[in-house]
């Protein structure tokens, strides 16, 4: 068994393997440099805050009148 394919401890590893581990951080990495490249305007997190609080109270209204 490589070191690759070795069976990290679950009690100190997120993964299974270090290949696991890798291949996950070169998916979150591409991930966020996909969110930094993309030209799209932000979104203050106030109002993405305001814009999720409105869609649990719409949601949570729903599920009282149903």
């Not at 690759?4 to 951080?25: G, H, K, M, Q």
């Not at 998916?27 to 966020?32: D, M």
């Not at 440099?33 to 949570?60: F, G, K």
């Amino acid at each position: 068994m490589n070191k690759a394919t070795a069976r990290l401890d679950p009690l100190i590893y997120e993964f299974d393997t270090e290949e696991e581990a890798t291949s996950y951080d070169r998916w979150f990495r591409a991930k966020v440099q996909e969110a930094l490249d993309d030209p799209s305007p932000s979104i203050p997190h106030d109002e993405v805050r305001a814009r999720i609080e409105a869609a649990v109270e719409r949601q949570r209204k729903a599920r009282a009148g149903a």
